[in-house]
């Protein structure tokens, strides 16, 4: 008898555990929520710094080197529209479309993941980017993905897209130490973010996946191969002609060092995402 008693008190037990715990998660739940970084100061007033740029000063103090940043803010009207285009074709060409999250390409990030057994690159809009940029690690838990997804709710909520974008551009790493495009143009080209050229900028967008790997003086096969796709798209879209895209890719083989762009299918020996 005390046998055939003991299975509903056990139960009961299993229940009041699994009771507690839902309780106990729905709280952090709660305080990680209300915790969160607040997106409305961000309408008017530039961020001091960011949360990848103290990461790589962290880095750097580890290392025992002095960390190293360049940046200068600049309005959007003040970057190259060709620049801007590059960066838009290259890593979110929804951005206008959606409200922050780009549920296609992130079905076909999560039917890729599935196929290859892993995440990879694909499913973050720029927003997306921007919020774990400002505010998050750069590791790949659960918890932080969940926490980029409200940061980035809050973001389309309080912004305008020009604002969001704006801040993108000026925050984003092109480089060791270098952040934004400003920094970046002058690091990489000399010249200001408003002068870049249709090659230029479409390097500077091929860079972002791997900034600090994909420098235009590293030799790197996968940023002469992405600059040139790029390009390509720029031109399926009209915009630009077929003469500036010609003369684009003249000069992305000039300044990259390099004559024909590997065939499609090839893999890229340095196409991780830095993080």
Do not use: C
Request: proline share 3%; net charge positive.
């Amino acid at each position: 008898m005390s046998r055939v008693a003991s299975a509903p008190a056990r139960w009961s037990t299993r229940r009041k555990v699994l009771l507690v715990l839902a309780v106990l998660f729905a709280v952090f739940a709660v305080y990680e929520y209300v915790t969160l970084p607040d997106a409305a100061p961000l309408e008017k007033e530039n961020p001091k710094t960011t949360a990848l740029i103290e990461k790589r000063a962290e880095e750097a103090r580890e290392a025992g080197k002095k960390a190293r940043r360049r940046q200068q803010w600049v309005p959007l009207n003040a970057i190259s529209k060709s620049a801007v285009a590059a960066v838009l074709i290259s890593e979110d060409a929804a951005f206008y479309v959606h409200e922050g999250v780009d549920t296609v390409e992130m079905r076909k990030a999560l039917e890729e993941a599935w196929e290859k057994g892993h995440l990879g690159r694909g499913a973050s809009t720029i927003t997306q980017q921007l919020a774990k940029n400002l505010w998050l690690s750069t590791d790949r838990s659960l918890l932080r993905k969940a926490k980029e997804l409200v940061l980035t709710r809050r973001l389309e909520d309080a912004l305008t897209k020009k604002r969001i974008l704006t801040l993108y551009l000026n925050v984003v790493e092109w480089g060791q130490g270098v952040y934004g495009i400003e920094a970046g143009a002058r690091e990489h080209f000399g010249v200001s973010a408003s002068q870049l050229t249709v090659a230029q900028g479409a390097i500077m967008a091929a860079m972002l996946p791997a900034p600090r790997k994909r420098s235009p003086s590293s030799g790197s096969r996968a940023l002469w191969k992405r600059a040139h796709w790029i390009v390509d798209q720029l031109e399926s879209v009209n915009r630009i002609n077929a003469a500036q895209a010609a003369e684009a890719r003249s000069e992305i083989d000039r300044l990259l060092g390099r004559a024909k762009p590997a065939a499609d299918g090839a893999a890229d020996e340095d196409d991780s995402d830095e993080g």
